[in-house]
DNA sequence: GTCTATATACGGATAGAC
DNA sequence: GTCTATCCGTATATAGAC
């Protein structure tokens, strides 16, 4: 599967996301209609992480985001009842969302290289698709109320756990050389970073989703020593 | 040399950077007796990284910065004319420091890889001895105004070619073998920001700074094919 | 459901006493 | 050189008309 097909797959599940929203947050969204709800928290949702990306969420204040939404203030906050609701909101669904693609993708496989390149090409071509979530979670972790950070904290130490796992997995099998777990899971999640947090530097140097996705894997193939280097040829494991 | 070595070596020069900044700014600076001034801009400079890093620039008031330093309101503007200039003085001297090391650490070397492991070794080591610096660096460079913000991207585009130029010609010598320089440059630098940028995380796993540059080194040895992969054992090369 | 107008608090910055 | 008191703009959030 290469990014086009990915993209394709990924944007037939899109609204279900608004969807959750309401029906986790229905008592602080004072709206009735489903469907002015879904269009206006697309709007606000968007308008937030392009502010937000730009110059952070605290810097945002509520007339940019009504300018950008071209919602009132006050109609506003019909959709959340604080701002800093808004961004737990927005942190909250955004990280299920992830996991739950990540999950589908990878939960499949039982060779830990197939589990490994799996996880690594779902990871970059979906940090590619919701790219501007992404950057905000990286951003803004540190302004979470301890409650929202908390389970921030607990998702994302699930996912190294689960990248830890494989790594041994495949290292008591005999497919991988023996390396320092730790710092192994570590790198990857660095090398993910980078592709969304340097997003434009890439794209001044030419380097596609695909290239990025392709040079991971055949990193790892070369890093824990796996013989079938063919991560980015043949796409037939994912 | 280890991390021990190498910060010793650094802390004798730990006062210059304030005499520097005096320097720099002497006409925004009202304060005359020069004594003064460093011990109260350490004092700042130290405050501010610390409020920033928890809960960024933006979002620390000055009332913060008067509460962390022990400085009144007032007096805090007698060394700095507007909160932005402070952010710009912090950006604009770290860097300035950052820079001066490192050069003065690798530029000796002749050998791509000895020049590599170097810079590798030093940037970590460096990273590590002005962690708040390097987290600040990377988490406000958004949020600097035009000006300030064009030096930085110079300062960090030079970086990069110094690193993509060493591994250029340690192809064209053979000594490395064949890979995209582009990207295996974008990955050593991210690897870098990861080991700030989780550096709690690393404390918590007992993953030493001698121990984070020596996998850097030895996975660069892998990558590029290097024969010599005594990085992590012999240190005579730096 | 959405708007405008406004309450209230907090931000950066300055004045002027000591 | 440092302090306290204060100016004034802008922030979040709400009230109440339409």
Redesign the pocket.
């Known amino acids: 599967m290469d990014y086009q097909q990915f993209k394709k797959m990924m944007l037939a599940s899109r609204q279900d996301i608004f969807l959750e929203v309401i029906a986790e947050n229905r008592e602080n969204i004072?709206?009735?209609?489903?469907k002015?709800?879904v269009?206006?928290l697309d709007k606000i949702f968007k308008a937030t992480l392009k502010i937000s990306n730009q110059k952070g969420f605290?810097a945002?204040?509520?007339?940019?985001?009504?300018q950008e939404t071209?919602?009132?203030?006050?109609?506003?906050?019909?959709?959340?009842?604080?701002?800093?609701?808004?961004l737990s909101m927005l942190m909250t669904q955004g990280r299920d969302a992830v996991e739950r693609v990540l999950d589908s993708e990878t939960l499949q496989f039982d060779d830990p290289w197939g589990k490994l390149k799996a996880f690594i090409r779902t990871h970059v071509y979906l940090s590619e698709i919701m790219r501007p979530w992404f950057y905000f979670f990286f951003m803004e972790a540190k302004n979470l109320n301890p409650s929202d950070r908390k389970k921030a904290i607990e998702g994302d130490l699930a996912t190294e756990m689960r990248l830890e796992s494989t790594l041994e997995e495949g290292q008591k099998l005999g497919q991988f050389e023996k390396r320092d777990i730790v710092l192994t899971a570590e790198m990857i999640k660095g090398l993910f970073a980078n592709w969304y947090i340097k997003r434009s530097k890439f794209r001044s140097r030419n380097i596609s989703v695909d290239q990025y996705a392709d040079f991971m894997i055949e990193f790892m193939a070369d890093y824990l020593g796996v013989e079938d280097q063919l991560g980015k040829v043949s796409g037939e494991n994912m």
Request: hydrophobic share 35%.
């Open positions: 004072r709206i009735k209609k489903e002015t709800v269009k206006n605290q945002m204040s509520m007339r940019d985001l009504c071209g919602i009132s203030l006050g109609a506003l906050y019909a959709y959340f009842p604080s701002k800093d609701d808004l």
